[in-house]
């Protein structure tokens, strides 16, 4: 079946060199939107990361993060930004110099300022980490994919319900249409004849244009279209492949023909019906809103 756009993942791989941990998480969204949160000097890796996410999922907005801790030895070099240390260095001096005030500067000062320190990464292993990271991220969206599917089952097995309920609601107008139907040419004929009673008008006009004004209430063809939703409803559930957007515009559909049946059905139980419909395909509505 379809599954949740809510999930949950989390792997963590150590070696010789480092301890790497990837984290995703997602909530619903009407596209795909993914966000890497990443080390800075490991910018590198998001392309990799975000086509890799891609590739399993198609709509969610997903918050990756990934944790590389590196051992002694690692790839990592730190060093001293010279060019922008002179450069505060003179401007605190002319500071100083300015205004006749000590410049107390100290190393441990100068290492906060911005770009003072410039943190890079070896481009020796790129490729390597590349694909370590890309391994426990693999291993991170096996369980997020798990926790994804266990929750579109329940939601899915909830509009499969839902969608059952609607079917008899469905049954139940379609047997009261005729009887529905009989009633109002029933109503129109007494009124006409009540009306034009002594009038030239013969008794198979006045049943005739009953016909046509009851013809005008006929919900026939709405019934036939909900059905065939349902029946579309039901494959696009227990379909793998996301259908989520299509499932929004197929509730639509299954409330415009509900409204149609109230507008034009002058009957008070099918009224109830419809009120009963439409709660129905509201949960349906906000159920499919969570799904791929």
Same mark, same amino acid.
């Given at each position: 079946?379809?599954?949740?756009?809510?999930?949950?993942?989390?792997?963590?791989?150590?070696?010789? @060199?480092?301890?790497?941990?990837?984290?995703?998480?997602?909530?619903?969204?009407?596209y795909?939107?993914i966000?890497?949160?990443?080390?800075?000097?490991?910018?590198?890796?998001?392309?990799?990361?975000?086509?890799?996410?891609?590739?399993?999922?198609?709509?969610?907005?997903?918050?990756?993060?990934?944790?590389?801790?590196?051992?002694?030895?690692? +790839?990592?070099?730190?060093?001293?930004n010279?060019?922008? &240390?002179?450069?505060?260095?003179?401007?605190?001096?002319?500071?100083?110099e300015?205004?006749g005030?000590?410049?107390?500067?100290?190393?441990?000062?100068?290492?906060?300022?911005?770009?003072?320190?410039a943190?890079?990464?070896?481009?020796?292993?790129v490729?390597?980490?590349?694909?370590?990271?890309?391994?426990?991220?693999?291993e991170?969206?096996?369980?997020?994919?798990?926790?994804?599917?266990?929750?579109?089952?329940?939601?899915?097995?909830? &509009?499969?319900?839902?969608?059952?309920?609607?079917?008899?609601?469905?049954?139940?107008?379609?047997?009261?249409?005729?009887?529905?139907?009989?009633?109002?040419?029933?109503?129109?004929?007494?009124?006409?004849?009540?009306?034009?009673?002594?009038s030239?008008?013969?008794?198979?006009?006045?049943?005739?244009?009953?016909?046509?004004?009851? +013809?005008?209430i006929? &919900?026939?063809?709405?019934?036939?279209?909900?059905?065939?939703?349902?029946?579309?409803?039901?494959?696009?559930?227990?379909?793998?492949?996301?259908?989520?957007?299509k499932?929004? @515009?197929?509730?639509?559909?299954?409330?415009?023909?509900?409204?149609?049946?109230?507008?034009k059905?002058? +009957?008070?139980?099918?009224?109830?019906?419809?009120?009963?419909m439409k709660?129905?395909?509201?949960?349906?509505?906000?159920q499919?809103?969570?799904?791929?």
């Amino acid at each position: 079946m379809l599954k949740s756009m809510t999930g949950y993942g989390r792997a963590k791989v150590e070696n010789d @060199f480092r301890e790497i941990t990837v984290e995703l998480k997602s909530v619903n969204h009407r596209y795909l939107d993914i966000t890497i949160k990443a080390p800075r000097i490991y910018g590198f890796l998001d392309e990799s990361i975000k086509s890799n996410v891609m590739g399993a999922v198609s709509r969610g907005k997903i918050e990756v993060y990934v944790s590389i801790k590196n051992k002694e030895g690692s +790839d990592v070099k730190i060093s001293p930004n010279f060019p922008v &240390i002179e450069a505060y260095l003179n401007s605190f001096n002319a500071i100083a110099e300015k205004y006749g005030i000590t410049n107390d500067v100290t190393v441990m000062s100068v290492a906060k300022m911005s770009e003072a320190i410039a943190v890079d990464k070896e481009d020796a292993d790129v490729s390597e980490l590349t694909n370590e990271v890309l391994a426990v991220l693999g291993e991170a969206l096996k369980e997020y994919d798990t926790m994804r599917k266990n929750e579109g089952a329940q939601l899915c097995a909830d &509009i499969l319900n839902r969608g059952e309920i609607l079917a008899q609601y469905v049954d139940k107008v379609e047997a009261r249409s005729p009887i529905s139907e009989q009633e109002y040419r029933e109503k129109i004929a007494v009124r006409m004849n009540e009306i034009l009673g002594e009038s030239e008008i013969t008794e198979a006009r006045i049943l005739a244009e009953a016909a046509l004004f009851a +013809d005008k209430i006929s &919900i026939t063809e709405e019934i036939v279209r909900l059905r065939s939703h349902l029946k579309q409803l039901k494959a696009m559930i227990t379909n793998e492949k996301a259908a989520g957007r299509k499932l929004d @515009f197929l509730v639509q559909e299954l409330n415009r023909e509900t409204n149609t049946i109230g507008s034009k059905a002058n +009957d008070g139980e099918i009224a109830k019906c419809v009120i009963e419909m439409k709660a129905e395909i509201e949960k349906i509505r906000e159920q499919i809103q969570n799904l791929e």
